[in-house]
């Protein structure tokens, strides 16, 4: 068994009109969710063997705020195809991790993040239409982070529907956390 962490980028400034997608850093919200997230990630003790991050500007922030409050251990590797990665650009990515690693933590943006999870996840809806599957499906905000179990020996192994979603985190349900 793998688990594979998915962090979207935190809330990102469109208050420079003029500047590249790329370079938006973030703004007040996202700044405030990186530190919610920060501590949701330390209390439950998440320290991955593998971190990939997205290189934009908003994904670096994202990173170093949240792993300065979550005392995350692992060197970061920035990956440009997590920039606009789509579902088989990340399958590639992840099946390139080491085999020895248990664990790891993509930081990344969407639709690749979530439509990543939706192609792992099985068929987890339940009749009351709350489920983490259900709430992801809807919408992975920024800074929201989920968490699933591969049914899986090796990275390289990853194929869709192997997967389990554990829990969907969205920063407003951890307001408190802060």
Known sequence: MKTLWLL????SSW????????????????????A???RLIAERGVD???LLCSPSARTRETLTRVAALASLSAAPRFE???????????????????????????????PGLQDLA??????????????PLDRLED??????LARLSLDIDAWVDLVPGRGQLISFDVPKDHASVV
């Open 80 to 110: 440009p195809m997590l920039y606009e990665a789509d579902v088989s650009d990340l399958m590639r990515l992840i099946r390139g991790l080491p085999a020895d690693a248990a664990d790891a933590l993509i930081i990344g943006h969407n």
């Open 15 to 34: 208050s420079d009109p003029g500047l590249d997608d790329f370079d938006r850093p973030l703004n007040k919200r996202g700044r405030g969710a990186c």
């Open 48 to 50: 991955p063997a593998c």
């Open 8 to 11: 979207r980028h935190a809330k």
């Open 118 to 131: 939706l192609a792992l996840a099985h068929d987890q809806h339940g009749a009351a239409g709350n489920t």
């Open 36 to 38: 919610i997230m920060g």
């Open 139 to 144: 919408k992975f905000p920024t800074a929201a």
